[in-house]
């Protein structure tokens, strides 16, 4: 894959660590040997996957002349705290579009990465109802800007179009280099999956390096049926964006939704293990929507013996962590 044939913002600068976790291994029997790569120490106020995306997705908006970003997300979204952190880098306006996807649960003066919203000087925080149509709510936020002369750029909920996914693919590129360095063979890449830029980019640059490396998708709101199409045809865009000749199989994408739970963002009890588990043995924090429910996928999948013994299991941190903030009370 070349990947520098597409502008970026430099915002990824180095690669991210990637740690063996011999307390976290050993706590769940030493019948793998854990290896974790941090996104959640990625640039951007307070780190996290959407870095990687942005970097490509902000490079479009100031080619096309933007000097405002509106985005959306849920009520605790990371994705809009980024975007709204790299804006602030690059002195561009931002607005975000909230859905309230769990009825009651947007707080305009919230915790968490609502509060960071707040602190980092969001032009607009605007909520809506949970189903609503987010690109045409995004739209008409876009249309009274324009009517203000501003330049605005729409990024895609998660940044999860093709663009965005070329910074998972590059990820995986990364990833690949720095476990060739440590001479450590992996059997499986677990990640979580949302809105699939993530997973999409990742079996993306897998595949496209013949690595034979499965990708485990968790995933944190849909089911497996309902995520592989969606992960599917964005791998499909991804590849062809980058102009790799193969086709990629629908087989290569693999999502397991038995971790959701109740619902988006409603904790489960595994999530809440999961999240107590790696602070008390790695000490480093999970949070309550979506690398704590993918690592409590995981820690059960390790538990059922569905890696090989004695393998080494790789598991993607994409951050998240101010969420926790706003769910002490499911901590205590
Ligand atoms: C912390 C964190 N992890 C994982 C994800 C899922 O990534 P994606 O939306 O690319 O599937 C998100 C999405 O918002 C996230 O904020």
Not at 88 to 102: A, I, S, T
Request: aromatic share 6%; with cysteine; charged share 20%.
């Amino acid at each position: 894959m070349n990947l520098a044939q597409f502008a970026r913002r430099g915002y990824v600068t180095e690669p991210t660590p990637l740690e063996r976790l011999d307390n976290f291994s050993a706590a769940l029997g030493n019948k793998v040997t854990v290896y974790i790569k941090r996104d959640d120490l990625l640039p951007g106020c307070a780190g996290g996957n959407k870095t990687r995306k942005l970097d490509f997705c902000i490079a479009d908006a100031l080619a096309q002349g933007a000097d405002t970003i509106i985005t959306c997300g849920a009520v605790q979204s990371n994705h809009c705290r980024l975007t709204l952190s790299w804006a602030v880098k690059e002195k561009m306006d931002c607005h975000l579009v909230l859905e309230e996807r769990v009825k009651g649960s947007y707080k305009a003066d919230g915790s968490g990465n609502n509060f960071l919203f707040n602190l980092l000087g969001a032009k607009s925080v605007k909520a809506v109802p949970g189903g609503s149509p987010m690109l045409e709510e995004m739209g008409k936020v876009a249309e009274a800007l324009k009517a203000q002369g501003k330049k605005p750029y729409i990024i895609p909920g998660g940044a999860s179009n093709a663009l965005g996914a070329l910074g998972y693919a590059s990820c995986a590129q990364e990833t690949m280099e720095q476990l060739f360095l440590m001479g450590v063979n992996i059997h499986t890449m677990v990640v979580p999956s949302g809105s699939a830029g993530t997973h999409a980019g990742i079996v993306t640059g897998m595949y496209a390096n013949n690595t034979n490396i499965p990708v485990k998708g968790i995933n944190v709101s849909r089911t497996k049926e309902v995520q592989e199409p969606i992960v599917h045809k964005l791998v499909c865009e991804t590849a062809k964006l980058i102009g790799i000749k193969q086709e990629i199989p629908a087989s290569a994408v693999d999502c397991n939704g038995d971790y959701v739970g109740p619902g988006y963002s409603l904790p489960t009890d595994s999530m809440v293990e999961a999240v107590k588990l790696l602070a008390r043995t790695e000490s480093i924090l999970l949070d309550p929507v979506y690398s704590g429910k993918a690592m409590a996928g995981f820690i059960d999948l390790i538990r059922k013996d569905t890696f090989p013994k004695g393998s080494n299991v790789l598991f993607l941190h994409t951050g998240g962590s101010p969420a926790l903030y706003a769910y002490t009370d499911t901590f205590k």
